[in-house]
């Protein structure tokens, strides 16, 4: 990994960026999988980040504007998914952005996607580097309203101390979960 963060300080490329985020990622999951849980031998993963390899995709920006309340991502976008004036093409989507601005390691982050452009609302710039699951809006919308039949106050779905991400390793994502971009 520091061949790669050596050649970001220099001269970023988006291809460095991409390289960096699936080697943090994977590194993760080799760690985990180095010394594997007993009580997680038959699921299907064994951490969130495997979860976004199998499943997640590089998006590039297109807008970036503080309107959200700030460090509270996941909030603001499902907000947005329940905005009567967004188009209803929108999507939800979790995974991990660079922050170049602090750092240049992947944090967990939450945006949305239109027209193959993600729009984060949260940050008032860009991440060079966006990896995450497109969620199936629908799906989002129904999960949603369940959370708040449960009184679940967990917002983001791929968190570890929520029931529903705990399924998503155990049993993999469901296909309805998924939005094919």
Same mark, same amino acid.
């Given at each position: 990994m520091l061949d790669i963060l050596s050649k970001i300080q220099s001269h970023p490329t988006t291809e460095d960026y991409q390289q960096l985020m699936l080697t943090? !990622? %994977?590194?993760i999951v080799e760690g985990v999988r180095k010394e594997p849980d007993p009580h997680k031998a038959d699921w299907k993963y064994h951490c969130i980040e495997e979860i976004l390899l199998e499943h997640g995709q590089f998006m590039e920006g297109g807008q970036a504007e503080q309107v959200g309340i700030p460090k509270q991502c996941y909030? =603001? #976008?499902l907000n947005m998914l329940f905005t009567p004036q967004n188009p209803e093409e929108l999507l939800y989507c979790e995974g991990f952005a660079l922050s170049? %601005?602090? =750092?240049?390691?992947?944090? %967990?982050?939450?945006?949305?996607?239109?027209d193959e452009q993600v729009i984060d609302v949260t940050?008032?710039?860009?991440?060079p #580097?966006?990896?995450g699951i497109?969620?199936?809006? %629908?799906?989002?919308?129904?999960k949603l309203l369940e959370r708040d039949a449960n009184k679940d106050t967990i917002v983001n779905f791929l968190n570890y101390e929520s029931?529903?991400?705990i399924e998503f390793l155990k049993y993999g994502l469901p296909d309805e979960a !998924?939005?094919?971009c």
């Open positions: 943090f !990622l %994977q590194d909030y =603001n #976008c170049d %601005q602090a =750092n240049l390691y992947p944090v %967990q982050h939450g945006w949305v996607y239109l940050l008032n710039y860009l991440s #580097c966006y990896f497109p969620f199936n809006r %629908q799906w989002v919308m129904e029931p529903l991400t !998924l939005h094919n």
